[in-house]
Protein backbone atom coordinates (compact mmCIF):
# COMPACT_ATOMS: atom_id res chain seq x y z
CA UNK A 1 0.00 0.00 0.00
CA UNK A 2 1.59 3.01 -1.47
CA UNK A 3 1.91 6.08 1.19
CA UNK A 4 4.12 9.59 1.93
CA UNK A 5 5.13 8.44 5.65
CA UNK A 6 7.23 10.46 7.77
CA UNK A 7 8.49 10.80 11.15
CA UNK A 8 8.00 13.81 13.38
CA UNK A 9 10.90 14.45 16.71
CA UNK A 10 9.52 16.67 18.82
CA UNK A 11 13.13 17.22 21.01
CA UNK A 12 10.87 19.13 24.04
CA UNK A 13 9.29 15.72 24.13
CA UNK A 14 12.47 13.98 24.74
CA UNK A 15 13.69 12.60 27.70
CA UNK A 16 16.96 10.15 26.58
CA UNK A 17 15.80 7.10 27.45
CA UNK A 18 16.91 5.57 24.22
CA UNK A 19 14.30 2.60 24.05
CA UNK A 20 14.17 4.18 20.41
CA UNK A 21 17.59 2.77 20.12
CA UNK A 22 17.22 -0.66 21.67
CA UNK A 23 14.10 -1.02 19.72
CA UNK A 24 15.48 -0.13 16.29
CA UNK A 25 18.50 -2.71 17.02
CA UNK A 26 16.12 -5.23 18.73
CA UNK A 27 13.89 -5.02 15.38
CA UNK A 28 16.79 -4.43 13.00
CA UNK A 29 18.89 -7.23 14.35
CA UNK A 30 21.61 -4.73 14.66
CA UNK A 31 24.21 -5.76 17.21
CA UNK A 32 25.80 -2.54 18.14
CA UNK A 33 29.26 -1.30 18.96
CA UNK A 34 30.77 -2.31 21.97
CA UNK A 35 29.18 0.90 24.85
CA UNK A 36 31.90 4.00 24.73
CA UNK A 37 31.60 5.52 28.30
CA UNK A 38 32.41 9.30 27.75
CA UNK A 39 31.58 11.95 30.07
CA UNK A 40 27.92 12.08 29.33
CA UNK A 41 25.12 10.15 29.37
CA UNK A 42 26.04 9.42 25.37
CA UNK A 43 27.31 6.05 24.99
CA UNK A 44 25.94 5.73 20.98
CA UNK A 45 28.37 8.35 19.81
CA UNK A 46 27.09 8.85 16.25
CA UNK A 47 24.54 7.50 13.54
CA UNK A 48 26.21 4.40 11.47
CA UNK A 49 25.94 1.22 10.23
CA UNK A 50 24.81 0.06 13.73
CA UNK A 51 23.24 2.78 15.14
CA UNK A 52 19.80 4.08 13.02
CA UNK A 53 18.59 6.23 15.99
CA UNK A 54 21.00 8.29 18.33
CA UNK A 55 19.83 9.97 21.47
CA UNK A 56 21.77 13.04 21.44
CA UNK A 57 22.68 14.90 24.76
CA UNK A 58 22.89 18.99 24.79
CA UNK A 59 22.95 21.19 27.52
CA UNK A 60 21.86 24.87 26.41
CA UNK A 61 21.86 28.34 27.82
CA UNK A 62 18.23 28.90 28.06
CA UNK A 63 16.79 32.93 27.32
CA UNK A 64 16.36 33.52 31.30
CA UNK A 65 20.08 32.55 32.02
CA UNK A 66 19.73 29.15 33.26
CA UNK A 67 21.03 25.91 31.78
CA UNK A 68 18.47 23.98 30.01
CA UNK A 69 19.13 19.68 28.70
CA UNK A 70 17.68 18.87 25.40
CA UNK A 71 17.78 15.46 23.53
CA UNK A 72 17.14 14.75 19.90
CA UNK A 73 16.63 11.39 18.99
CA UNK A 74 18.34 11.57 15.55
CA UNK A 75 17.51 8.89 12.59
CA UNK A 76 18.14 9.17 8.68
CA UNK A 77 15.80 12.37 7.20
CA UNK A 78 14.87 10.53 4.10
CA UNK A 79 15.07 13.75 2.04
CA UNK A 80 12.99 13.91 -1.04
CA UNK A 81 15.81 15.10 -2.55
CA UNK A 82 18.87 12.55 -0.83
CA UNK A 83 22.50 13.16 -1.59
CA UNK A 84 23.47 9.65 -1.14
CA UNK A 85 20.87 8.82 -3.79
CA UNK A 86 21.77 11.38 -6.34
CA UNK A 87 25.68 9.82 -5.75
CA UNK A 88 24.72 6.48 -6.04
CA UNK A 89 25.97 5.04 -8.95
CA UNK A 90 24.69 1.24 -8.57
CA UNK A 91 21.02 2.59 -8.22
CA UNK A 92 21.25 0.58 -5.01
CA UNK A 93 19.49 2.98 -3.16
CA UNK A 94 15.85 3.70 -4.11
CA UNK A 95 12.94 5.37 -3.30
CA UNK A 96 10.17 3.07 -1.95
CA UNK A 97 6.89 2.99 -2.68
CA UNK A 98 6.54 4.62 1.50
CA UNK A 99 8.76 7.65 -0.41
CA UNK A 100 11.31 6.68 1.87
CA UNK A 101 15.01 6.10 0.77
CA UNK A 102 16.59 2.54 0.93
CA UNK A 103 19.40 0.57 0.38
CA UNK A 104 18.89 -2.73 -0.95
CA UNK A 105 21.18 -4.95 0.53
CA UNK A 106 21.65 -6.93 -2.70
CA UNK A 107 22.73 -4.01 -5.23
CA UNK A 108 24.96 -2.10 -2.92
CA UNK A 109 28.89 -3.09 -3.80
CA UNK A 110 30.24 -0.84 -1.35
CA UNK A 111 32.03 1.94 -2.53
CA UNK A 112 30.88 4.47 -0.21
CA UNK A 113 29.99 7.04 -1.88
CA UNK A 114 27.23 7.87 -0.54
CA UNK A 115 28.83 8.14 2.69
CA UNK A 116 31.15 10.61 1.72
CA UNK A 117 27.22 12.64 0.32
CA UNK A 118 25.25 11.94 3.19
CA UNK A 119 25.51 15.52 5.13
CA UNK A 120 23.86 14.51 8.30
CA UNK A 121 26.03 11.64 9.00
CA UNK A 122 23.48 8.94 8.46
CA UNK A 123 24.98 6.33 6.89
CA UNK A 124 28.07 3.78 7.75
CA UNK A 125 29.75 1.21 5.97
CA UNK A 126 29.53 -2.42 7.81
CA UNK A 127 32.58 -4.37 7.21
CA UNK A 128 31.05 -7.53 7.81
CA UNK A 129 28.56 -7.84 5.43
CA UNK A 130 31.05 -5.14 2.91
CA UNK A 131 27.85 -2.78 2.78
CA UNK A 132 26.57 0.81 3.09
CA UNK A 133 24.00 0.43 5.66
CA UNK A 134 21.25 3.14 7.11
CA UNK A 135 17.95 3.44 8.86
CA UNK A 136 15.44 2.00 6.39
CA UNK A 137 12.59 3.71 7.93
CA UNK A 138 11.40 -0.15 8.91
CA UNK A 139 10.60 -1.13 5.58
CA UNK A 140 9.67 -4.55 6.45
CA UNK A 141 7.70 -3.24 9.03
CA UNK A 142 5.79 -0.41 6.84
CA UNK A 143 4.90 -3.29 4.09
CA UNK A 144 3.06 -4.97 7.11
CA UNK A 145 1.38 -1.88 7.67
CA UNK A 146 3.14 -1.50 11.20
CA UNK A 147 4.68 1.44 12.77
CA UNK A 148 8.43 1.69 13.05
CA UNK A 149 10.24 0.25 16.06
CA UNK A 150 11.51 3.55 17.16
CA UNK A 151 7.88 5.61 17.08
CA UNK A 152 6.44 2.91 18.42
CA UNK A 153 8.74 2.31 21.69
CA UNK A 154 8.93 5.77 22.55
CA UNK A 155 7.09 6.33 25.58
CA UNK A 156 6.61 9.61 25.34
CA UNK A 157 5.90 10.46 21.77
CA UNK A 158 8.67 12.48 20.93
CA UNK A 159 9.08 10.50 18.23
CA UNK A 160 5.81 10.27 16.24
CA UNK A 161 5.18 8.72 12.91
CA UNK A 162 2.67 8.82 9.89
CA UNK A 163 1.59 10.17 6.88
CA UNK A 164 3.83 12.82 6.08
CA UNK A 165 1.30 15.72 6.02
CA UNK A 166 -0.05 14.91 8.85
CA UNK A 167 3.28 15.13 10.56
CA UNK A 168 3.64 18.26 9.28
CA UNK A 169 0.72 19.65 10.61
CA UNK A 170 1.16 18.17 14.13
CA UNK A 171 4.78 19.87 13.76
CA UNK A 172 3.42 23.34 12.34
CA UNK A 173 1.00 23.08 15.46
CA UNK A 174 3.09 22.10 18.19
CA UNK A 175 5.26 24.96 17.10
CA UNK A 176 2.76 27.42 17.42
CA UNK A 177 1.87 25.93 20.44
CA UNK A 178 5.24 26.45 22.23
CA UNK A 179 5.79 30.00 21.04
CA UNK A 180 2.54 30.60 22.05
CA UNK A 181 3.97 29.78 25.51
CA UNK A 182 6.91 31.87 25.28
CA UNK A 183 9.43 29.49 23.85
CA UNK A 184 10.85 31.79 21.08
CA UNK A 185 13.77 29.95 20.51
CA UNK A 186 11.70 26.88 19.28
CA UNK A 187 11.67 25.76 15.28
CA UNK A 188 10.76 23.46 13.05
CA UNK A 189 13.74 22.08 10.77
CA UNK A 190 13.33 19.59 7.89
CA UNK A 191 9.91 21.48 6.00
CA UNK A 192 12.25 22.91 3.17
CA UNK A 193 15.14 21.52 3.51
CA UNK A 194 16.60 18.65 0.75
CA UNK A 195 13.17 19.30 -0.64
CA UNK A 196 11.51 18.35 2.21
CA UNK A 197 12.70 15.78 4.56
CA UNK A 198 10.76 12.53 5.89
CA UNK A 199 11.84 12.97 9.27
CA UNK A 200 11.16 16.20 10.70
CA UNK A 201 12.22 17.40 13.89
CA UNK A 202 11.22 20.55 16.54
CA UNK A 203 14.34 21.97 18.03
CA UNK A 204 14.89 24.15 20.81
CA UNK A 205 18.30 25.23 18.91
CA UNK A 206 19.98 26.23 16.23
CA UNK A 207 20.06 23.55 13.92
CA UNK A 208 23.91 23.50 13.86
CA UNK A 209 24.34 22.45 17.25
CA UNK A 210 22.15 19.19 16.33
CA UNK A 211 25.02 18.27 14.08
CA UNK A 212 22.11 19.58 11.34
CA UNK A 213 23.12 22.40 8.29
CA UNK A 214 20.88 24.88 8.58
CA UNK A 215 19.11 26.22 5.32
CA UNK A 216 22.05 27.61 3.57
CA UNK A 217 24.63 24.57 4.04
CA UNK A 218 21.50 21.99 3.59
CA UNK A 219 22.89 21.41 -0.23
CA UNK A 220 22.96 18.37 -2.87
CA UNK A 221 26.53 16.88 -4.06
CA UNK A 222 25.50 17.99 -7.73
CA UNK A 223 25.99 21.90 -7.13
CA UNK A 224 29.70 21.14 -7.40
CA UNK A 225 29.42 19.17 -10.83
CA UNK A 226 29.27 21.76 -13.12
CA UNK A 227 32.27 24.28 -11.20
CA UNK A 228 34.59 21.46 -11.13
CA UNK A 229 34.42 19.98 -14.28
CA UNK A 230 34.49 23.21 -16.43
CA UNK A 231 37.68 23.86 -13.67
CA UNK A 232 39.14 20.68 -15.32
CA UNK A 233 38.29 21.93 -19.12
CA UNK A 234 39.88 24.46 -18.42
CA UNK A 235 43.46 22.77 -16.74
CA UNK A 236 43.30 20.22 -19.96
CA UNK A 237 42.92 22.84 -22.74
CA UNK A 238 45.80 25.30 -20.96
CA UNK A 239 47.36 22.21 -20.35
CA UNK A 240 47.64 20.68 -23.85
CA UNK A 241 47.99 24.21 -24.95
CA UNK A 242 51.40 23.72 -23.10
CA UNK A 243 52.02 20.06 -23.95
CA UNK A 244 52.07 21.37 -28.20
CA UNK A 245 53.70 24.31 -27.31
CA UNK A 246 56.77 22.31 -26.01
CA UNK A 247 56.20 19.06 -27.86
CA UNK A 248 55.63 20.30 -31.60
CA UNK A 249 58.50 19.45 -33.65
CA UNK A 250 61.68 22.17 -33.47
CA UNK A 251 61.71 23.17 -37.17
CA UNK A 252 65.08 22.17 -37.68
CA UNK A 253 66.80 19.26 -39.41
CA UNK A 254 66.52 15.66 -37.45
CA UNK B 1 32.60 28.82 7.34
CA UNK B 2 30.51 26.22 5.56
CA UNK B 3 28.98 23.97 7.97
CA UNK B 4 29.95 19.74 7.09
CA UNK B 5 28.41 16.90 9.63
CA UNK B 6 29.24 14.01 7.37
CA UNK B 7 31.07 10.59 7.90
CA UNK B 8 34.46 10.37 5.87
CA UNK B 9 34.09 7.39 3.24
CA UNK B 10 37.30 5.75 4.38
CA UNK B 11 38.78 6.36 0.50
CA UNK B 12 42.41 5.81 1.48
CA UNK B 13 45.57 3.40 -0.35
CA UNK B 14 43.65 2.11 -2.91
CA UNK B 15 41.83 5.35 -3.78
CA UNK B 16 45.27 7.35 -3.78
CA UNK B 17 47.03 4.75 -5.88
CA UNK B 18 44.30 4.96 -8.72
CA UNK B 19 44.58 8.63 -8.58
CA UNK B 20 47.95 8.91 -8.64
CA UNK B 21 48.18 5.78 -11.50
CA UNK B 22 44.82 6.82 -13.29
CA UNK B 23 46.57 10.47 -13.65
CA UNK B 24 50.13 9.44 -14.77
CA UNK B 25 47.89 6.70 -17.51
CA UNK B 26 45.96 9.96 -18.26
CA UNK B 27 48.73 11.69 -19.00
CA UNK B 28 51.01 9.68 -20.83
CA UNK B 29 48.54 9.11 -23.45
CA UNK B 30 47.66 12.61 -24.21
CA UNK B 31 51.50 13.18 -24.48
CA UNK B 32 52.34 10.47 -26.37
CA UNK B 33 49.56 11.38 -28.69
CA UNK B 34 50.73 14.92 -28.86
CA UNK B 35 54.14 13.62 -29.86
CA UNK B 36 52.40 11.51 -32.16
CA UNK B 37 50.68 14.42 -33.82
CA UNK B 38 52.70 17.83 -33.41
CA UNK B 39 56.19 16.10 -33.10
CA UNK B 40 58.57 15.01 -35.72
CA UNK B 41 60.60 11.08 -35.94
CA UNK B 42 62.54 11.64 -33.09
CA UNK B 43 60.02 11.74 -30.70
CA UNK B 44 58.57 8.48 -32.10
CA UNK B 45 60.77 6.45 -29.43
CA UNK B 46 58.73 8.61 -26.63
CA UNK B 47 55.74 8.07 -28.29
CA UNK B 48 56.02 4.37 -27.94
CA UNK B 49 57.12 4.87 -24.65
CA UNK B 50 54.00 6.76 -23.24
CA UNK B 51 51.67 4.40 -24.72
CA UNK B 52 53.84 1.54 -23.28
CA UNK B 53 53.35 3.14 -20.29
CA UNK B 54 49.99 4.06 -20.22
CA UNK B 55 48.05 0.57 -20.47
CA UNK B 56 50.22 -1.32 -17.50
CA UNK B 57 49.54 2.02 -15.21
CA UNK B 58 45.78 2.01 -16.36
CA UNK B 59 45.21 -2.13 -16.06
CA UNK B 60 45.97 -1.49 -12.13
CA UNK B 61 43.39 1.00 -11.57
CA UNK B 62 39.82 -1.65 -12.06
CA UNK B 63 41.81 -3.50 -10.11
CA UNK B 64 42.77 -1.04 -6.90
CA UNK B 65 38.97 0.15 -7.38
CA UNK B 66 37.14 -3.49 -7.18
CA UNK B 67 39.66 -4.49 -3.88
CA UNK B 68 38.53 -0.87 -2.52
CA UNK B 69 34.52 -2.23 -2.70
CA UNK B 70 32.92 -3.62 -0.08
CA UNK B 71 31.76 -6.54 -2.28
CA UNK B 72 34.76 -6.75 -4.91
CA UNK B 73 32.25 -9.43 -6.81
CA UNK B 74 29.93 -7.15 -7.30
CA UNK B 75 31.86 -4.74 -9.35
CA UNK B 76 29.58 -4.99 -12.75
CA UNK B 77 26.71 -3.77 -10.82
CA UNK B 78 29.09 -0.09 -11.26
CA UNK B 79 28.09 -0.93 -15.17
CA UNK B 80 25.09 -3.17 -15.29
CA UNK B 81 21.79 -2.19 -12.85
CA UNK B 82 21.84 -6.01 -11.33
CA UNK B 83 18.01 -5.50 -11.16
CA UNK B 84 16.97 -4.67 -14.59
CA UNK B 85 20.30 -6.22 -16.25
CA UNK B 86 20.29 -2.63 -18.13
CA UNK B 87 23.15 -0.02 -18.26
CA UNK B 88 24.08 2.10 -15.17
CA UNK B 89 24.81 5.51 -16.60
CA UNK B 90 24.01 8.52 -14.17
CA UNK B 91 25.71 11.74 -15.62
CA UNK B 92 25.17 13.15 -12.50
CA UNK B 93 27.37 11.24 -10.38
CA UNK B 94 31.46 11.31 -11.23
CA UNK B 95 31.62 7.81 -9.85
CA UNK B 96 29.30 6.17 -12.35
CA UNK B 97 30.46 8.46 -15.57
CA UNK B 98 34.08 8.01 -14.15
CA UNK B 99 33.78 4.11 -14.49
CA UNK B 100 32.76 4.76 -17.92
CA UNK B 101 35.75 6.73 -18.39
CA UNK B 102 37.77 4.28 -17.36
CA UNK B 103 36.21 1.90 -19.65
CA UNK B 104 36.21 4.00 -22.59
CA UNK B 105 40.11 4.94 -22.01
CA UNK B 106 40.79 1.68 -21.79
CA UNK B 107 40.17 1.03 -24.83
CA UNK B 108 41.81 3.50 -26.65
CA UNK B 109 45.29 2.55 -24.38
CA UNK B 110 45.02 -0.86 -25.17
CA UNK B 111 44.81 -0.50 -28.94
CA UNK B 112 47.70 2.11 -28.67
CA UNK B 113 49.85 -0.28 -26.71
CA UNK B 114 48.96 -3.11 -29.30
CA UNK B 115 50.81 -0.41 -31.89
CA UNK B 116 53.67 0.29 -30.14
CA UNK B 117 54.31 -3.72 -29.19
CA UNK B 118 53.89 -4.69 -32.90
CA UNK B 119 54.75 -1.96 -34.86
CA UNK B 120 53.03 0.46 -37.20
CA UNK B 121 53.66 -2.23 -39.81
CA UNK B 122 51.95 -4.59 -38.25
CA UNK B 123 49.14 -2.32 -36.63
CA UNK B 124 48.05 0.08 -38.99
CA UNK B 125 44.94 1.31 -37.06
CA UNK B 126 46.68 5.07 -36.16
CA UNK B 127 47.48 5.57 -39.59
CA UNK B 128 46.25 8.55 -41.61
CA UNK B 129 43.52 11.23 -40.77
CA UNK B 130 41.21 7.81 -38.53
CA UNK B 131 44.05 7.08 -36.40
CA UNK B 132 44.90 10.91 -35.59
CA UNK B 133 41.25 10.88 -34.79
CA UNK B 134 41.60 8.00 -32.80
CA UNK B 135 44.14 9.96 -31.01
CA UNK B 136 42.51 12.96 -30.02
CA UNK B 137 39.91 10.69 -29.01
CA UNK B 138 42.03 8.92 -26.80
CA UNK B 139 43.79 12.05 -25.14
CA UNK B 140 40.54 13.33 -24.48
CA UNK B 141 39.46 10.17 -22.52
CA UNK B 142 43.12 10.08 -20.83
CA UNK B 143 42.78 13.59 -19.94
CA UNK B 144 39.15 12.88 -18.39
CA UNK B 145 39.83 10.23 -16.62
CA UNK B 146 42.71 12.09 -14.89
CA UNK B 147 40.42 14.93 -14.23
CA UNK B 148 37.09 13.42 -12.51
CA UNK B 149 39.12 12.50 -10.29
CA UNK B 150 38.78 15.20 -8.92
CA UNK B 151 35.80 15.91 -9.54
CA UNK B 152 34.67 12.53 -7.62
CA UNK B 153 35.80 14.45 -4.48
CA UNK B 154 33.82 17.41 -4.90
CA UNK B 155 30.88 15.83 -5.97
CA UNK B 156 30.14 15.07 -1.96
CA UNK B 157 29.75 16.68 1.03
CA UNK B 158 32.97 16.45 2.93
CA UNK B 159 34.96 19.16 3.99
CA UNK B 160 37.44 20.62 1.62
CA UNK B 161 36.33 18.30 -1.23
CA UNK B 162 32.85 19.72 -1.50
CA UNK B 163 34.61 23.49 -1.01
CA UNK B 164 36.44 24.00 -3.84
CA UNK B 165 36.46 23.92 -7.56
CA UNK B 166 39.76 23.18 -8.50
CA UNK B 167 40.38 19.53 -7.72
CA UNK B 168 39.63 18.26 -11.26
CA UNK B 169 41.95 20.69 -13.14
CA UNK B 170 44.58 20.40 -9.90
CA UNK B 171 44.72 16.68 -10.56
CA UNK B 172 44.93 16.77 -14.39
CA UNK B 173 47.75 19.23 -14.48
CA UNK B 174 49.80 17.18 -11.67
CA UNK B 175 48.97 14.08 -13.71
CA UNK B 176 50.51 15.71 -16.87
CA UNK B 177 53.03 17.00 -14.91
CA UNK B 178 53.73 13.66 -13.46
CA UNK B 179 53.75 11.62 -17.03
CA UNK B 180 55.90 14.02 -18.37
CA UNK B 181 58.89 13.58 -15.25
CA UNK B 182 57.93 9.61 -16.16
CA UNK B 183 58.51 9.80 -19.54
CA UNK B 184 61.49 12.01 -19.14
CA UNK B 185 62.88 9.39 -16.57
CA UNK B 186 62.36 6.42 -18.96
CA UNK B 187 63.63 8.18 -22.05
CA UNK B 188 66.80 8.62 -20.07
CA UNK B 189 66.83 5.17 -18.77
CA UNK B 190 66.06 3.72 -22.07
CA UNK B 191 68.88 5.70 -23.73
CA UNK B 192 66.04 6.99 -25.65
CA UNK B 193 66.58 11.01 -27.74
CA UNK B 194 68.01 13.63 -26.03
CA UNK B 195 65.83 16.26 -27.57
CA UNK B 196 62.86 14.51 -27.18
CA UNK B 197 63.92 14.88 -22.97
CA UNK B 198 64.31 18.14 -22.96
CA UNK B 199 61.11 18.88 -24.79
CA UNK B 200 59.41 16.80 -22.59
CA UNK B 201 60.91 18.74 -19.59
CA UNK B 202 60.11 21.85 -21.02
CA UNK B 203 56.59 20.29 -21.41
CA UNK B 204 56.50 19.61 -17.56
CA UNK B 205 57.69 23.05 -16.93
CA UNK B 206 54.07 24.21 -18.16
CA UNK B 207 52.34 22.02 -16.14
CA UNK B 208 54.15 22.50 -12.49
CA UNK B 209 53.35 26.56 -13.32
CA UNK B 210 49.48 25.73 -14.20
CA UNK B 211 49.31 23.36 -11.13
CA UNK B 212 50.91 26.07 -8.64
CA UNK B 213 48.62 28.44 -10.08
CA UNK B 214 45.72 25.73 -9.33
CA UNK B 215 47.00 25.09 -5.78
CA UNK B 216 47.26 28.98 -4.88
CA UNK B 217 43.68 28.66 -6.38
CA UNK B 218 42.58 25.86 -4.34
CA UNK B 219 43.75 27.09 -0.93
CA UNK B 220 41.95 30.48 -1.90
CA UNK B 221 38.93 29.12 -3.01
CA UNK B 222 38.84 27.27 0.54
CA UNK B 223 39.11 30.21 2.42
CA UNK B 224 39.82 29.24 6.49
CA UNK B 225 38.48 26.16 5.26
CA UNK B 226 42.43 25.41 4.11
CA UNK B 227 43.59 25.69 7.95
CA UNK B 228 42.47 22.06 8.38
CA UNK B 229 44.64 21.11 5.68
CA UNK B 230 47.63 23.02 7.44
CA UNK B 231 47.76 21.13 10.55
CA UNK B 232 51.03 19.83 12.11
CA UNK B 233 50.44 16.38 10.60
CA UNK B 234 50.25 17.12 6.97
CA UNK B 235 52.94 19.71 6.67
CA UNK B 236 55.55 16.76 5.56
CA UNK B 237 53.36 16.10 2.35
CA UNK B 238 53.05 19.67 1.69
CA UNK B 239 56.77 19.93 1.86
CA UNK B 240 57.12 17.03 -0.35
CA UNK B 241 54.10 18.50 -2.72
CA UNK B 242 56.23 21.90 -2.64
CA UNK B 243 59.43 19.61 -3.56
CA UNK B 244 57.77 18.44 -6.44
CA UNK B 245 56.93 21.47 -8.44
CA UNK B 246 59.35 24.43 -6.54
CA UNK B 247 62.67 22.45 -6.87
CA UNK B 248 61.70 20.98 -10.73
CA UNK B 249 60.16 24.30 -11.29
CA UNK B 250 63.83 25.62 -11.18
CA UNK B 251 66.10 22.45 -12.09
CA UNK B 252 64.26 22.02 -15.42
CA UNK B 253 65.09 25.63 -16.42
CA UNK B 254 68.70 25.31 -15.32
CA UNK B 255 69.47 21.97 -17.25
CA UNK B 256 66.54 20.18 -19.09
CA UNK B 257 68.54 16.81 -19.93
CA UNK B 258 70.99 16.58 -17.40
CA UNK B 259 71.37 14.79 -14.07
CA UNK B 260 69.17 17.76 -12.53
CA UNK B 261 66.88 16.53 -14.58
CA UNK B 262 66.51 13.29 -13.38
CA UNK B 263 66.23 14.23 -9.71
CA UNK B 264 63.53 17.00 -10.87
CA UNK B 265 61.23 13.86 -12.91
CA UNK B 266 61.93 11.49 -9.47
CA UNK B 267 60.47 14.57 -6.95
CA UNK B 268 57.90 15.50 -9.31
CA UNK B 269 56.59 11.86 -9.18
CA UNK B 270 56.49 12.31 -5.35
CA UNK B 271 55.09 15.33 -5.22
CA UNK B 272 52.40 13.78 -7.77
CA UNK B 273 51.93 11.09 -4.87
CA UNK B 274 52.09 13.67 -2.02
CA UNK B 275 49.31 15.97 -3.36
CA UNK B 276 47.11 13.13 -3.81
CA UNK B 277 47.44 11.67 -0.18
CA UNK B 278 46.99 14.99 1.92
CA UNK B 279 43.83 15.95 -0.20
CA UNK B 280 42.84 12.42 0.41
CA UNK B 281 43.49 11.68 3.84
CA UNK B 282 43.28 15.82 5.08
CA UNK B 283 39.82 15.74 4.03
CA UNK B 284 38.53 12.62 6.04
CA UNK B 285 40.10 13.29 9.45
Given at each position: ?6 F ?12 CE ?12 P ?16 N??H ?10 G ?6 MS??C ?6 S??E???T????R ?5 V????D??N??R???A??P ?7 E ?15 Q??L ?6 A ?11 S ?10 N ?11 L ?5 YGGL????L ?14 N?VL?S??N ?8 A???L ?10 E ?5 | ???H ?5 Q ?8 F ?7 G ?8 R??G??RD?GA?R?A ?8 A????L ?9 R ?7 SRT????F ?8 G????L??SA?A ?6 A ?22 T ?21 W ?11 A ?14 R ?5 E??E????RA ?6 L??A ?5 F ?8 R??E ?10 L ?7 V ?6 S?G?A??A??L ?11 V ?5 T
Amino acid sequence: MARTVGFFTDTTLCIGCKACEVACKEWNQLPGHPARFGDGYDNTGQLDEQNWRHVQFHERSTPKGGVAWSMMSDVCKHCALASCMEVCPTNAIIRTEFDTVYIQPDVCNGCRDCIAACPYHVIGFDETTGLARKCTFCYDRLQANLTPACAKACPTESIKFGDLSAMRDIAGARLNQLRGQGMSEARLYGDTEYGGLHALFLLTDKPEVYGLPDAANAVLPSRNNLRSYLGSLAAAVLGLVGAVIALRERGGKE
Amino acid sequence: MPQHFVAPPQWEWYIVWYFFLGGLAGGAYALGAILRLFGDRRDAGAARLAFLVALPALAICPILLTLDLGRPLRFWHMLIDSRTMTLNFKYWSPMSVGVWALLIFSAFAFLSFLEAVLGEERFQLFRGAFGRFLLVLGTISGLFLAGYTGVLLSVSNQPIWSDTWTLGGLFLASGLSVAAAALGLLTRLSAGEESTEVKLSRADLYFIVLELALLIAFFVSLGTMGTRLLEPRWLLLWALVLAGTLVPLVLRRLAPSAGPAVLASCLVLLGGLALRIVVIFGAQT
